[in-house]
């Protein structure tokens, strides 16, 4: 089983919607967490950073359930430059530094 | 500022050659990281420096990878006798280690490596 696990999707969202997608961990020493975004044939660019709970960016929300070994991203009023493969990433208290990543979520936005 | 850059951005070798793949990190992060990620594949981890200590090698898939950091800023990779499922993107990043949010890693736009 890998250690960080996302739902490749594709997720089809109408522009101006919402959508959530989560990634699941399975070492629980994993304490901080990350979402990248990246774009076809791009590297990945930092969208997110989560060292406690949740973090919130605009449009953008991340909830971390610690009991339960998830973080979720939640996109409001999706636009359509928001289509991108996301990618969560789980850093551990052991391997400071060292992130592990999913293989990634597809969200697609149509107008 | 400057962002991570990386070289070649490109790269076909053939099977048995040696390559090296160039990293140049963000001016004044003190931390590097190398990933690759294979078509469809999120990113795999390879090594990571942190300033002076020994790096974490612990994602090398084989001895013919290796990995150096000169003077804690530029990373070279080298991969020796190239096969053909080495052929990937090589992505490297960087962060600022020792404050707040520092673990935030930051990346180059990748090596794209084809072995024929």
């Known amino acids: 089983r890998k250690e960080v696990e996302q739902d490749p999707g594709p997720f089809n969202v109408p522009e101006g919607a919402t959508v959530a997608f989560n990634c699941t961990y399975s070492n629980s020493a994993s304490q901080s967490f990350f979402w990248y975004r990246q774009d076809c044939r791009k590297e990945p660019k930092l969208l997110m950073s989560?060292?406690?709970s949740g973090n919130e960016d605009g449009r953008f929300t991340a909830q971390l359930n610690r009991a339960s070994q998830y973080i979720s991203l939640l996109i409001r009023d999706s636009k359509l430059s928001d289509s991108a493969t996301y990618l969560c990433?789980?850093?551990?208290?052991?391997?400071?530094?060292?992130?592990?990543f999913g293989a990634g979520t597809q969200v697609v936005v149509t107008p | 500022g400057a962002g991570v850059s990386q070289s070649p951005s490109n790269k076909v070798t053939e099977k048995g050659k040696d390559v090296e793949l160039r990293c140049d990190p963000i001016?004044?992060?003190?931390?590097l990281y190398w990933y690759r990620q294979s078509l469809g594949q999120g990113l795999e981890f390879l090594i990571y420096f942190q300033g002076n200590s020994a790096p974490d090698k612990s994602g090398l898939p084989s001895d013919r990878f290796s990995a150096e950091r000169t003077g804690g800023s530029v990373s070279t990779l080298t991969i020796q006798r190239t096969q053909q499922e080495d052929s990937a993107v090589y992505l490297c990043?960087?962060?600022?280690?020792?404050?707040?949010?520092?673990?935030?890693?930051?990346f180059g736009p990748g090596t794209r490596l084809t072995v024929t």
């Open positions: 989560v060292y406690s």
């Open positions: 990043a960087s962060s600022l280690r020792g404050l707040a949010r520092s673990y935030e890693q930051y």
């Open positions: 001016s004044g992060h003190t931390a």
């Open positions: 990433g789980a850093m551990t208290t052991d391997s400071w530094g060292k992130l592990q």
